[in-house]
């Protein structure tokens, strides 16, 4: 558990001892030793062990696709195996000299007299090895199988190296004899020299001397595990075969000077001699660059050029050398401990070790490499040859080879054009700030005639070239000469090579054939040059002047002032005509002669210099001088925009929109930075995980839950706008259901990069990051600390520090808090937060959330792209699974609601109704450390638990507080419930005021607990617990009116259950999950569907959802007429019902309200159909709705059920009900004031109340009743409520003509909608401004265009089909512009939309606005429309007008607000009917729009509400007859 004690991790062994475990005993034990060479000999026995088939299996690997997979599985087939003989080895008495891959050797030091006897127990244990191990059954197929050697006699052992790093070899005869002995054994044999033989019975025995061991430091109270990676390595092989008749001691001090040289060398590019190990007639070097901590950018080139100058080196110093020979591999490893708890090493395993030994055998002689060094060294090819291809030992395809032939100059010129080409069809994005520090340098250049210089600065990836491509592109449009230049790391080597290249392109000869390029200089220099002087020229374009008497007087520095002067003056003339421009790319690698004459030149000669630069690289000091000169201007490249970024990717992908999760995946990765997003999305492209669809094409409902992704996508606005032209398709994509994008692999070329940034830490910041990497993008520090063994809390907060000021980290910003001003209070309400803690609160389970309140102090996230998907990478598959499961392990108690809601799970009382079997009381460990033979080896032994109904949380039952403070204080009056809601609001004191309570950090726990735990849970292959998760994280999503990421969760829970069979009988889910499970995931399903217009799949999703809840759903009228009855007596029968014992009852209510949660949807689904047949299904729902809810304990939802079912009342015209169920809320409020349910319950009640006084006219009421609803909602953070509150207040304002008000409710209702990308929303938001455009005395919010562009887009959305009674609204006024416009084609087609959606709606608040509008539309059309047109229609069009009238008012009776205004309408219509319609006037001048604005419509008076007779719906005064009658009603 996250708060209990954790328990105590092994204990660490003493530094001194986990070294000693990483030497031989001949290091540990020794004498200290000089600077010279160590020569020791002593009688000793030799055994090696020689592993077979391990070459073929890494063969084998190599040709599958699941690299790192196969890596891990290597890595894990060798550790177990050779873990094993390292122990038996030791129990014997041997010391491990080394474990070389597939080779161990170890070594007996004894006396001469105790010889026999050593080779007689060492030929005992080599028979017991070959007994136990001698076969290995793999897998994979390929057998791994033992061949042992042994040899005996005088063993010399050679220590060389400096006073940093020292090597031992065991050289002499009888280290040849067991290479000897390797030739003669077959597996399953022992070999035995001959000098063995001799004093001992014969047995077969041999080894191979090869290694890829690898000393490295380790860092205290670090486990060994932790350094154990899959990462890129190159490996060099170094060979040097001695003449045979050099003497030993003299063979000692050369392989001392080599191994001094070769270690200077290949550290200075970040590699390492690994080791020396002898063999017949030399030795080898094993050396690697890239290994932890040593990872360089160009690491292939650092390899090659070292690896030359050690071939040059041994040949010329080294007199006894016979041959040399060098190999170079680059490629994925694993890099890691094996061998026993005592004795182990630090190995790399992989193909491309065992190839670049085959290549010192196949290509002698030689510096070799493999293909994919070549390439990834970004070398000139011309200092490569291409070798033969040949044939090598148990290497399949070994690929292309190619010889170094070292850095040679090539008669050529630089690339003439930059790396990067301009974007046609895309612009180039956020920057703005570069282009205009380089257009203010072309003004100063053009008009004050001196030089300008910009350099932009910016790291890898930034968009630099893209930059300079577009300044091209600028320069050129304007008529400039541009000369491009692209630079590289090589470049930097040649003395004046970036102007030599300059001023070939200027010249234009660096294009010409070589034969051309003389005769086409000598014309350019005609004039301005003498003659003479073009010799000097010769070297430097590779021509051929005959060489002038003038020049050959001159000694080189004269030669060298003498070629600058000359170019000064042929630039200077080149300008005067037209302006000139260098961009140079990459102007890091310039060298330094190019920087100096640059310098000179741009302080004479009027051009303009414009460079990129990366940080990075350290300038020499001509450029550095460069930098610092007046004309010179640095400009850092910013990072793009997250909007900038996102735009970028949809370009790539040629999409408008991409879902929320890819948003995230590159958001978290790039971090502004272009390269990282293009790579990116190619590789997406390459891996084939999209899916793309059609935007335009008209939205259809759905009938399967597998086929919603594309309309989840076009169920969010989008916001990236096509860039290509109108009559082109428009795609959104998608994300393939089985893929998960945390766990996609980087592209090799971003993880380099990561693993450079990653390996430039300290060790210790490297463990933080690569276990924080495990945990994910955020994470909390005490999370952190639990991954970290050894760790203090002091130490910990150090290492963070560190790391946030050197900006890898981060502290997360704290989430969204209250507005210090409230947007839309009329009055200021001061909130407070409580800030005292008892101690029981700070012992609760739910401590660390509250801590998640504070994210700046204990919650942080990485602050570079790239680098926590790199550090996960490296962890093999065996410590990343280990490591998840901790996690899952920590996160799991921890996942429920903020402390502010009273814990408890999202999904009500979840693990109370799942099977108990699921939720047994083990304890799940991390792991266990077995000491059989393999080192520290990780066992998982308990699975993921899920949570156990024994953990103790506050779930969300009645409030005791609640009913012993206020028992006897029931509001019977609405008078009684609004005077404690203002005192309530208008309290400060922390422990009473309604607002003061915490907010609530659901949100908080939903991104670092939930989201994760899931993550964590699949890694892990948890699928049970990973299906509950996404059950509670889907659950947490809508209740934060995040319908997206809900659909997000629930579609990975269905990829977990499998593909649906089409026969119910033959459903087999691939997950265990209980009934209540199901049904819970149906109904989740069912919301999300609802709130994407998904009708029909709602509603079979619900009614599945029940009958899995054993709560039955009607299909027929008779079946509602049967179930209406039945429903009548159920509350009087469950009354009767004896309780259910303490142990069942959170299970009954888990169920209860899973069936009041369907039975809501149910009711909405029907409700938004007017047919008759849904009103029955609509009204059964809700009175089964009314019963279930009445069982639950908790009055705050009691509440929130009779303020929905006092709307839908309303909606259906029941005035009676509608002020009855008000009533009832109002009643149950009363204990609804401390929980956050309850306040939201309160703001329910506020709304609907608001809501009544806005039907019933009460405008100025409604005003401040919506303002006060606003209040709470804004903090309770509930966007869906607190967006229909703004809706009922726009509308209350809009009546009563105040239009600022309007204006001001419509951009908080515009920031609420835009950053949810809601489109219902949005949709009530543009309603709203039609109605501001067409009668707010000349307000305006937004424009008629953009209003008509969001109708024209999403016109086809399920959503938007879905809701009739918004649509109504908007297509009649959009109709009625157009009239007004006299457009009547546009007219007639919204017209006649409205016309069909009228039937179609209910009394809503959107449905009787839309109906008002309807109808405006029908005057307006009588009034307006042409005389030849309506002529011949005009009986009908009134008669039908007069039946629309007709239908208002019996449809519409609850909303008296608007009858006085359609009676005006209508009586206009009566009074017109016989009337000629030939004098049509302008559109503003109609009687339309006088009655609206020179009339006194809907001012509040008493006379007012006599005239509409509002005194019948006054409430009535007898409390108890309501609640008498409350029992016995029926709601059809």
Known sequence: MATAKRLAAPPLWPVEARLAALLPDLLVFRKPRGSEPELATAQGVLLGVHVTGFTALMDRFSLSCKLEHDMDRLAHIFSYYISDIVEHVLCFGGDILNITGNVLLALWTVEQNQLSDIITLVAKCSLEIQEKFGIYHTREGQDLQLKIGLSAGRISQVIVGDEQRQYLLVIGRDVDDVQLAQRLAQANEIVLSWNCWKLCEQYMFEVEIMREDEAVKIDEGQPTEYISEFRTVTMVLVSLEFHKTAWMLHLCHLIQEAALYISTVIEKGGGQLSRIFMFETGCMFLCVFGLPGDKKPDECAHALESSFSIFSFCWENLAETKLVSISITNGPVFCGMVGAVSRHEYTVIGPKVSLVARMITAYPGLVSCDEVTYLRSMLPAYNFK???????????????????????????????????????NHSLLDREKELEAFQMAQKECLHQKKGQAVLYEGGKGCGKSQLLA??????????????PLKLKKADSKQCFYAIQTLMAIFFEIDTCPAHYRQEHLHKQFSGIVEEPLHCLFNDLFFVKFPLSFKVSRMDDLARQQKIKACFFEVLEKAVRETPLIFLIDEAQYMDAASWEFLGTLLSSVP????????????????????????????????????????????????????PQELQIYLLRRCFGNPLYCEVLCQDLLSKNILCFHDLQKEEVENSKWETLSASAMKSTACSISPASSDDQELYVCTIKDDVNLDTVLLPLLLKEIAVNQLDQLSPEEQSLVKCAAVIGHSFHIDLLQHLLPGWSKTKLLEVLKDLVDIHVLRWCNKGQELPAEPILVPSSVETEHTKEKTKSEADSPLRLQEELSLPQMEVLEFGVPLLREGAWELWPKAQQTALHLECACFLRDLACRCGSCHGGDFVPFHRFAICSTKSSGRTSRFCSYRDTGSILTQVITDRLQLPSPQDTFQFQTESSRSQEAFTGEYCRTEEEFLDKVNRKLAQTNPKKGMLTTKPCHCREVLKLVLSPLTQHCLVIGETTCAFYYLLESAAASLDLSDNYMAFFYLRK?????????????????????CQFEEATFCRLQSEVCFNMGQITLAKKLARRALRLLKRSFPWTWLGV?????????????????????PSEKKKKLAVLQQQVHCLSLLRQLYSLEATASSRRFACLAALMQKNSVKELPGEAQVVSTYVALSQFSQNMGDKEKWLHHEQLAIQKSSLCWFSREGLLATAQLMQALAYTKLCLGHLDFSIKLGFQAHEICRHLKKPALENLVLSVLFRSAFLKKKFDLCVHVLKSQWALTSQSHDVLGQACFYSACLDLLLYGKGWLCRPFGECLHFIEHYEHSCILNSQSDV??????????????????NQFEYHFSKARQLVKRTSASLFGSHGFVRFLECHVLMLQKMPEDVVLHTLAETRRQTLMYFKE?????????????????????????????????????????????????????????????????????????RKDKEEIQECIC
């Open 386 to 424: 291409k070798l033969p291809e040949k044939m090598m030992k148990n290497i399949s395809n070994p690929g292309k080879m190619y010889e170094y032939i070292g850095h040679r100059r090539c008669i050529m010129f630089g690339r003439r054009h930059l790396a990067t080409e301009r974007n046609k």
């Open 470 to 483: 577009e300044i091209n592109f600028l320069a050129q449009k304007e008529g400039h000469r541009v000369l």
């Open 607 to 658: 051009i303009i210099m414009v460079m990129t630069l990366t940080p990075t690289s350290t300038l020499c000091g001509q450029a550095q001088h460069f930098l610092q000169s007046p004309p010179a201007v640095l400009v850092p490249i910013s990072k793009l925009a997250a909007t900038s970024l996102l735009r970028m990717a949809c370009w790539e992908l040629g999409v408008v929109s991409i």
């Open 1053 to 1073: 829970a269905s990829s977990l259950l499998g593909q649906p069979s089409a026969f119910s009988f033959f459903k087999k889910h691939k997950v265990k999950i």
């Open 1121 to 1141: 007429i049967f179930q209406t009855f039945l429903e009548k007596c159920w509350y009087s029968c469950s009354l009767s019902q004896p309780r259910n014992n």
């Open 1367 to 1384: 649509m109504l609204g908007v297509h009649s006024s959009l109709a009625m512009w157009f009239a007004q416009d006299s457009q009547w």
């Open 1448 to 1520: 208002f008012f019996s449809r519409c009776v609850t909303w008296p607000v608007y009858h006085q205004w359609v009676s005006e309408l209508k009586a206009f219509v009566m009074r017109n009917g016989k009337m000629s319609l030939t004098n049509i006037i302008r559109p503003f001048d109609t009687c339309l729009t006088r009655i609206w604005i020179e009339g006194e419509f809907l001012e509040e008076n008493n006379s007012f509400e006599q005239n509409l007779e509002i005194q019948k719906f006054v409430r009535e005064a007898d409390v108890n």
